[in-house]
């Protein structure tokens, strides 16, 4: 009878720790997330032009594009 209790007792500590671990999860998910979106609004290019500017950076735009040089 004592195995029974023990070994029941061990479940419902195992329960409790996924429980907990799917929670941090979660959690971590969300953060995740919420960094990549901040990371996409800062890289583009208006707000890397807007920080070079705030921060009295003397850079300018290309005003060609980018071509290609082949072999």
Same mark, same amino acid.
């Not at 009878?1 to 007792?9: A, K, L, Q, T």
């Not at 429980?19 to 999860?25: A, F, G, I, T, V």
């Given at each position: 009878?004592?195995?029974?209790?023990?070994?029941?007792?061990t479940?419902?500590?195992?329960?409790? !720790?996924i429980?907990?671990?799917?929670?941090?999860?979660r959690?971590?998910?969300? !953060?995740?997330?919420?960094?990549?979106?901040?990371?996409?609004?800062?890289?583009?290019?208006?707000?890397? !032009?807007?920080?070079? /500017?705030?921060?009295?950076?003397?850079? /300018?735009?290309?005003?060609?594009?980018?071509?290609?040089?082949?072999?």
């Open positions: 009878i004592f195995f029974f209790i023990g070994n029941r007792y479940c419902m500590q195992k329960l409790r !720790e429980d907990r671990l799917q929670q941090r999860l959690d971590i998910r969300f !953060e995740a997330l919420s960094i990549s979106s901040e990371l996409t609004g800062n890289s583009r290019q208006s707000q890397v !032009e807007l920080l070079i /500017e705030e921060q009295g950076i003397e850079l /300018e735009g290309a005003k060609t594009p980018p071509y290609e040089l082949y072999k």
